[in-house]
């Protein structure tokens, strides 16, 4: 990849770390560094943060009961969930401790539950009980009726992990973070350091080169591909393992209220029906490894395979208040523990692979493990005495009381006008995510903040009204905006300009 | 005389008769199947010159929108249809634009004119 | 807060909303306001620029806009006022409305008699949960009427239709005018789901492919859409392995169905009848919450604007003398009761007294169809005492008995009436 290095080999800035990927690893990463007085790039590939792995996700805050005892992730799900709730607080995202259960159906059952509850206490998860089938039919109505009892977690629960995300990196902007998006990482800069290691020195991009002390790739489903620049082969191959989930209308006749799972398999902890913090239902996710990386594709066996798995948990489950299907792409891999390392072979490097489940619930203790990481890289980290780890959140028209609701839209009128009716999100609200630290400049990132379109008309009454306002605040032309990724732009042009075919038939 | 026979659907109201229709050349022999008169109307025009209602937009500027919405008066053949389309993409309209103001007079010189919709103030600044 | 008052307030300033507040004031009530969330009056019939309005109403063919017009210079005419621009937020029991616009904030309105006149929305992709991508490109056809009509830009420039309504006919043509090319219309039923007369004009007229039995069953296209693969279904509406044909295209438009948009009478209280979507009525368009009527899509999803009227019209009547507390006498109401291939039909209820004073409508859909002579037949506890004569039934098509005030003595006392299908 030698041309690719000449091509872009000049050199844009010189950074203390610079973070490959603004998922919410890799954001939360960025919040946590920016606390000392290190000057750091955060980079992402995409128009906006949150698009790769952590767009798809079950938003489920895991307790830790599940993840063994002795492992990485083991340890760091306990301590990420402590930490997790006060990180919420602080940066303005929603969450709800609710609670979570894993179901047992059967007397087998009840003994995973039990080996589940042992793992948990040894790793020092709070407040575990199996409560029995009874009292799971009281909390939960709509469970099976043959309900032999539950595990309940009081510290599980349900989050926001696409606002999480972008809460986090634009507290790490605030707290002097650079971000540059559409830069993808295509190479690295590498140095001999000793005899036996390399220095990572920096990174080549789209947009030419970024020299940084200490490198962290977060890169989700490519890490693989990045280390394989560095000539690291891992004992296991970073696979996309899909997940696939039905969305159902708030308004819908069969609701549960927690989170529910079914007893794990050692690959996956089961299709989920659960509640999510917008009040939606969703049911999933499915696992299936495929090759394509970015085949996030629904497939009908992927949706039957769900509707079974779920109607397992809730027998009187139906199909008809559904408004959405989606898949994710999970960065699976064969070791199923999370990889947190500084390569042997490297100095400067730092390498986050196979954070899947419960990589949300355990972000902060990543952020804290991989602050540890850094450090031992040589770099010296010294606390900024000016740190604001409050990120304020812009407001949320629909969940103000009809006086604030008035109050808001006399200061600013732009709050008067509602663009998306089924979840109540106002222009007001869209402008200033347009305008805000990370800027949403398109669609998907719009929604990603609002909710906007994820309503019971998916978008058919806000699309054109947000194209206008895209248009008008960044300055473009309306075919020029895009719903997400360059190239998926709404419009091809004006009606009554004849494309080269000509009218004539 | 040779007659010839054909199914056709009548388009003059939202009911659809489908009506079978014998005629000679361009001559209607007989209709059945309409419920009323327009249906013959309709019969005898399409097997001699096929003729259509057309409706599309037409450009406006500083209007409240970037445009109006048009019709022709009648219906118009069907085989000038696009030449009316491409003409009407030429024009531009100064707001404000009144209901039924002739956007394009014998279009295509088919003797019928091409009208507004509606009427479309200016936009206010 | 900005409070006001007013006899009776329509929310939605379609077709149903303009004849609702336009009958409310002939109906003696003062203050009539009509609340619109997009910045002119005329609802959906701005859009829809197409022919076909008004045949029965005016005995002219006019296009929607001209459709609009006439009902919105006589409601300027009687003195209906409008907030436009202006999106209702909250609707109580009690009729209290909170509505909020950039101008005022936040509106409270206090209102005698409501009409609810919301219209409809388009069945979306997901709801249909077709398998594939979600790439920019797939519209329902009403968002892509807007966009080209109103905002006058092209949401693609090759296209897929699904779905065989007349909104999707419209549109297949509508495209083809401004340069576009639709290379198939594909309908999972064994016959078109709109009118006739769209078929001839808009498909067969710029042959644009029909596919029967068909539906899709993936999207492809990352980013933005680039085929979609169709497949033949069978009679339980499942895809025949082998069927697949890829088709490409940049486009997918969804013309799949309508649903009654009832979030707003779901917070009032109002009863929403599950095979309609929208709400119990009786003969006055009344719901179950006094002094709250509904009329139009909102109600039960129409084929004829004109129709639409005539029931805006009915309800706002019926909500202006509600508001300025004219109440009538009613007798014991009748359940009217969808029978054999009747899917539904309204009004619900029915005062058998309203036949004294004018005849009533009975509106139906039947189930499914058929192609030949039938009896639809109405039958009053048991008996039969009306039937009326149709040359064929069609679910696209709605099919109205008018009950006369003859007919009011077979029905006075009575308990149900069952409206049924008949084949003769």
Redesign the interface.
């Known amino acids: 990849m030698d041309e690719i290095k000449e091509k872009y080999k000049e050199v844009k800035g010189k950074y203390d770390v610079i973070i490959i990927g603004a998922g919410l690893v890799g954001s939360i990463i960025a919040r946590w560094l920016s606390k000392y007085n290190l000057n750091i790039l955060l980079i992402d590939k995409e128009p906006d943060v949150s698009t790769g792995t952590s767009k798809a996700n079950t938003a489920i805050i895991h307790a830790g009961y599940d993840s063994p005892f002795g492992t990485l992730r083991g340890k760091l799900v306990v301590d990420g969930n402590r930490m997790f709730y006060q990180m919420c607080e602080e940066l303005e995202v929603p969450y709800k401790m609710c609670g979570t259960y894993v179901v047992a159906l059967t007397d087998e059952d009840i003994k995973t539950l039990e080996k589940l509850m042992e793992n948990g206490r040894k790793k020092g998860v709070p407040g575990l009980e199996i409560i029995s089938g009874e009292e799971m039919r009281h909390r939960e109505p709509y469970i099976n009726p043959d309900v032999k009892g539950a595990l309940y977690a009081p510290t599980g629960g349900i989050g926001d992990p696409f606002m999480l995300t972008v809460a986090a990196a634009e507290n790490a902007v605030m707290n002097g973070t650079k971000i540059l998006l559409e830069t993808k990482a295509l190479d690295f800069v590498v140095e001999p350091f000793s005899l036996h290691k390399k220095k990572v020195s920096g990174v080549v991009t789209n947009r030419g080169t970024f020299l940084a002390d200490v490198t962290i790739a977060s890169a989700g489903l490519y890490c693989d591909e990045l280390m394989e620049k560095l000539g690291i082969k891992y004992d296991f191959y970073v696979r996309a393992r899909k997940g696939e989930y039905?969305?159902f209308d708030k308004?819908k006749k069969l609701q549960v209220k927690t989170v529910l799972f079914p007893c794990p398999t050692p690959v996956t902890k089961g299709i989920l029906v659960t509640t999510t913090i917008h009040d939606n239902m969703i049911l999933g996710p499915t696992a299936k490894e495929i090759k394509d990386k970015?085949d996030?594709?629904?497939?009908?066996m992927?949706?039957e395979e769900l509707y079974e798995g779920a109607k397992r948990l809730v027998p009187k489950l139906e199909?008809t208040d559904?408004?959405?299907?989606?898949a994710g792409l999970r960065a699976g891999g064969f070791l199923h523990d999370f990889i947190i390392e500084a390569p042997p072979k490297y100095w400067g490097f730092i390498n986050l692979a196979g954070i899947e489940s419960p990589g949300m619930a355990s972000s902060a203790a990543i952020a804290e493990y991989v602050v540890n990481l850094v450090q031992e890289q040589g770099l010296e980290l010294r606390k900024k005495n000016n740190w604001n780890p409050i990120r304020k959140s812009r407001p949320d028209f629909s969940k103000l009381s009809?006086?604030e609701?008035?109050?808001l839209?006399?200061k600013n009128?732009?709050y008067?006008?509602?663009v998306c009716?089924?979840e109540?999100v106002t222009e007001g609200e869209i402008v200033a995510e347009i305008h805000a630290p990370i800027p949403a400049r398109t669609y998907d990132a719009i929604k990603r903040r609002t909710w906007l379109g994820t309503g019971?008309?998916?978008?058919?009454?806000d699309?054109?009204r947000v194209?206008?306002i895209l248009s008008r605040e960044l300055g473009i032309l309306?075919?020029d905006v895009?719903?997400?990724?360059?190239?998926?732009?709404?419009?091809?042009?004006?009606?009554?300009e004849?494309?080269e075919?000509?009218?004539n038939? | 005389m040779v007659k010839e026979k054909t199914k056709l659907?009548?388009?003059?109201?939202?009911?659809?008769c489908?009506m079978n229709v014998t005629y000679d050349g361009k001559t209607v022999l007989e209709v059945d199947g309409n419920k009323c008169k327009k249906g013959i109307n309709y019969a005898e025009t399409e097997i001699v010159d096929p003729k259509?209602?057309?409706?599309?937009?037409v450009?406006v500027v500083k209007g409240?929108?970037?445009?109006v919405?048009v019709?022709s008066t009648e219906a118009i053949p069907?085989n000038k249809i696009f030449k009316v389309?491409d003409k009407l993409c030429e024009i531009e309209l100064d707001a404000p634009v009144k209901?039924h103001q002739v956007v394009l007079q014998d279009a295509v010189e088919t003797g019928i004119n091409i009208v507004t919709?509606?009427?479309l103030t200016a936009k206010s600044e | 807060?900005i409070e006001k008052r007013y006899d009776v307030v329509v929310i939605g300033s379609g077709p149903a909303g303009l004849a609702a507040a336009i009958a409310a004031k002939k109906a003696g009530a003062n203050d009539v306001v009509i609340i619109e969330?997009d910045?002119?009056l005329g609802g959906i019939l701005?859009q829809c620029?197409?022919?076909?309005f008004g045949?029965e109403i005016f005995e002219e063919?006019l296009?929607?806009?001209?459709y609009?017009?006439r009902f919105i210079v006589q409601s300027k005419d009687v003195g209906v006022e409008a907030l436009l621009?202006t999106?209702v937020?909250?609707l109580t029991p009690r009729r209290e409305i909170?509505a909020?616009?950039?101008?005022?904030?936040?509106i409270?309105i206090d209102v005698g008699a409501v009409v609810l006149a919301m219209g409809c929305?388009?069945r979306?992709?997901?709801?249909l949960?077709i398998?594939?991508?979600?790439?920019?490109?797939i519209?329902?056809a009403?968002?892509a009427q807007?966009?080209?009509?109103?905002?006058?830009?092209?949401?693609?420039?090759r296209f897929v239709i699904l779905g065989s309504g007349d909104i999707g006919m419209i549109m297949a043509r509508?495209l083809t005018?401004?340069?576009a090319?639709v290379e198939r219309m594909i309908e999972i039923l064994p016959y078109i789901s709109g009118?006739?007369?769209n078929?001839?004009?808009c498909l067969l007229?710029?042959?644009i492919p029909l596919q029967l039995k068909h539906t899709v069953?993936?999207?492809k296209g990352?980013?933005?859409v680039e085929a979609v693969v169709s497949a033949q279904v069978d009679e339980n509406w499942k895809p025949i392995p082998g069927t697949e044909d890829t088709i490409p295209c940049?486009t997918l438009l969804l013309s799949v169905g309508l649903?009654p948009e009832n979030?707003l009478s779901?917070k009032a209280g109002v009863e929403l009848d599950p095979l309609t979507g929208g709400p119990y009525v009786d003969e006055t368009m009344q719901t179950n919450v006094p002094g709250i009527f509904a009329a139009g899509n909102v109600v039960h999803v129409y084929?004829?604007v004109d129709w639409v009227t005539k029931a805006g019209f009915l309800a706002g009547r019926y909500a202006g003398k509600y508001a300025i507390q004219q109440r009538r006498e009613s007798e014991r109401k009748l359940r009217v009761i969808a029978g054999n291939n009747v899917h539904h039909v309204l009004p619900h209820i029915l005062d058998p007294l309203s036949l004294k004073r004018e005849p009533q409508d009975l509106q139906l859909r039947v189930q499914w169809p058929v192609e030949d002579r039938i009896w639809i037949n109405v039958e009053v506890d048991g008996k039969l005492i009306k039937q009326q004569a149709e040359r064929y039934a069609r679910p696209s098509e709605m099919i109205k008995v008018i009950l006369s005030p003859e007919d009011y003595k077979k029905v006075v006392g009575a308990k149900e009436l069952l409206i049924r299908v008949e084949e003769r």
């Open positions: 039905y969305v308004a970015e996030t594709s629904v497939t009908p992927g949706l199909l559904v408004i959405r299907t989606f009809l006086e609701q008035g109050r839209i006399e009128p732009l008067g006008r509602i009716r089924c109540i019971r008309c998916q978008g058919s009454f699309t054109p194209i206008e309306p075919t895009i719903k997400e990724s360059k190239g998926s732009n709404f419009l091809t042009r004006l009606t009554k004849v494309p075919r000509g009218l038939d | 659907i009548c388009i003059a109201c939202p009911v659809g489908e259509r209602i057309i409706v599309t937009t450009r409240l929108h970037r445009l919405p019709r069907k389309l209901i919709s509606r009427l | 807060m969330r910045i002119e701005l620029i197409h022919n076909g045949i063919d296009t929607g806009p001209e609009a017009h621009d999106m937020l909250d909170y909020i616009n950039k101008r005022n904030g936040m409270k929305r388009e979306p992709r997901g709801a949960a398998p594939g991508y979600r790439p920019a490109g519209y329902t009403g968002t807007r966009l080209v009509n109103i905002e006058g830009y092209m949401p693609g420039e509508r005018f401004e340069g090319k009118l006739k007369r078929y001839v004009q007229d710029y042959d069953i993936d999207i990352r980013d933005r940049d649903i979030e779901k084929d004829l």
